[in-house]
């Protein structure tokens, strides 16, 4: 029988993308041991904004969140998504920082990385790819590095140049591929071609699909894949699901009956999860956390091959400079600069930067008369490779002003490997860091975990004064 596995996204990406990731742990805590019996191929409850938002927002330390879940679900592979060089933050960071931060998800009970970068620049991986494996190798876990390539089109990126990438992650030594469509603008036909082509080449390596329901095609498109081949993919229980989340487990799940396909999970432990998580999406309705917006379809993306929250950001932008009268000049813009740039997949943070890049054009009537530095910052290589060659006279110009011959030709972290990061965050971090841990996050969120740790000490004196006084 023909086998589809599926990955349950509510602790990740659905919480993230319908609620900006603010699902607190006491919210899951109680369904957790119920999740475990589901037989999902994965359960995505890490990574991507999670560790930012447990420190920022809900005063939780995201590693002791990591760990409770671990002991409440032994059973299922708990996966998380990690932006290569970029950690979970949004800066480039030194290899040993990346190496350190890849062995205490691996010690704190992680067993699926996925990888990826924003520009598919695959040095951007490497790192983080090796050091699951020998981390593996240390804490005598199998955990799973997934290479993942973030999707986007243009006149580029064909499924010939999609089958290299996969090719070259095979190589690299990952495990699994995931084609990542975080905008929602893969088609169904598109889905089925990029999964024919891939798995032509790649054998029996197991490919993964991930999208999102936001233009409407979502569906559509994992049906293609799954009859092209697709050995996974991401769905979120249905009530967190659709709007910019994934398609509904349970939907996928009766559908794929049908097919006579063999997704391993039991109807009723999907069915419970669902029952668990109705009340708790109905209490952040109406709170306002989720938001019709975010519920609903929205195709726009499909005609302007932009994704949704880089309009919505454009649109909140031109409005606060009193200038929504140039939002159709600057939507045409993009693609021109999109060009100049190399065609770079629209997603952080690349989206921003691009999308700010046609607004100050368009509003100073005149192109490139303003360049923001972290397009400068493009252009002197230190994001990494552009997929397509970049507007040669524009690179002159900003590599000139910057007194450079030519881009760096390295990865911006290879000239600079210091170790010292760990030893000026111990040293900043005094008394309040007790584990490499502590250390870690305040390295990717110095602020947040200052002001975290703080608490916890207060809260933990606090204790302590009322267990002398009971004395
Ligand atoms: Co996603």
Redesign the pocket.
């Known amino acids: 029988m023909k086998k589809v596995q599926i990955t349950e996204?509510v602790l990740r990406?659905a919480n993230?993308?319908l609620m900006a990731t603010r699902l607190p742990y006491s919210d899951f805590e109680g369904i957790l041991s119920e999740m475990d019996k589901a037989g999902y191929y994965s359960v995505e409850c890490w990574g991507?904004a999670t560790f930012d938002s447990c420190l920022r927002y809900l005063g939780e330390d995201p590693w002791e969140r990591l760990r409770n879940i671990k002991k409440a679900m032994p059973n299922t592979k708990l996966q998380m998504?990690l932006r290569g060089q970029n950690l979970l933050g949004y800066k480039h960071y030194h290899d040993d920082v990346v190496e350190k931060f890849v062995e205490l998800s691996v010690k704190n009970g992680i067993d699926i990385i996925r990888i990826f970068d924003a520009l598919n620049d695959f040095r951007n991986i490497e790192t983080a790819l090796k050091a699951v494996k020998t981390y593996s190798k240390k804490y005598n876990r199998h955990v799973i590095a997934s290479g993942c390539i973030s999707y986007t089109q243009s006149p580029v990126h064909t499924v010939e140049k999609y089958v290299e990438m996969c090719k070259k992650l095979k190589e690299m030594g990952f495990e699994t591929i995931c084609l990542?469509d975080?905008a929602g603008t893969m088609s169904p036909y598109e889905a089925e071609n990029l999964i024919k082509g891939i798995k032509a080449e790649i054998g029996d390596m197991p490919v993964i699909l991930?999208?999102?329901c936001t233009t409407g095609m979502a569906y559509m498109t994992i049906t293609k894949a799954i009859e092209a081949g697709v050995d996974v993919i991401?769905c979120a229980t249905s009530c967190f699901s659709n709007g910019t989340s994934?398609p509904s487990t349970e939907t996928m799940f009766y559908a794929l009956q049908q097919y006579g396909i063999d997704c391993g999970l039991s109807e009723d432990v999907i069915n419970k999860v669902n029952d668990y998580f109705k009340p708790i999406k109905q209490k952040y309705v109406d709170s306002g956390r989720i938001n019709a917006k975010s519920m609903a379809t929205d195709a726009q993306a499909l005609v302007y091959k932009v994704p949704g929250g880089m309009l919505s950001n454009m649109i909140a932008n031109l409005t606060d400079m009193k200038a929504m009268d140039k939002f159709d000049a600057a939507l045409a813009e993009i693609p021109a600069v999109r060009k100049d740039l190399g065609y770079p997949p629209l997603v952080t943070p690349l989206s921003q930067m691009v999308g700010n890049q046609a607004v100050t054009n368009v509003l100073l009537g005149e192109r490139y008369k303003q360049i923001s530095k972290e397009v400068q910052n493009y252009f002197k290589g230190e994001y990494g490779i552009a997929p397509a060659p970049v507007n040669k006279d524009l690179e002159k110009k900003i590599l000139e002003k910057a007194g450079m011959d030519a881009p760096i030709d390295c990865r911006i972290e290879d000239s600079k490997r210091t170790g010292e990061d760990f030893a000026k965050a111990k040293e900043a971090l005094g008394d309040l860091a007790k584990t490499e841990e502590d250390i870690m996050s305040f390295i990717c969120y110095p602020d947040q975990t200052r002001k975290f740790l703080e608490d916890r000490k207060a809260k933990e004196e606090n204790v302590c004064k009322y267990v002398i006084e009971e004395a």
């Open positions: 996204t990406d993230q993308s991507g998504l990542k975080m991930h999208t999102h991401d994934q």
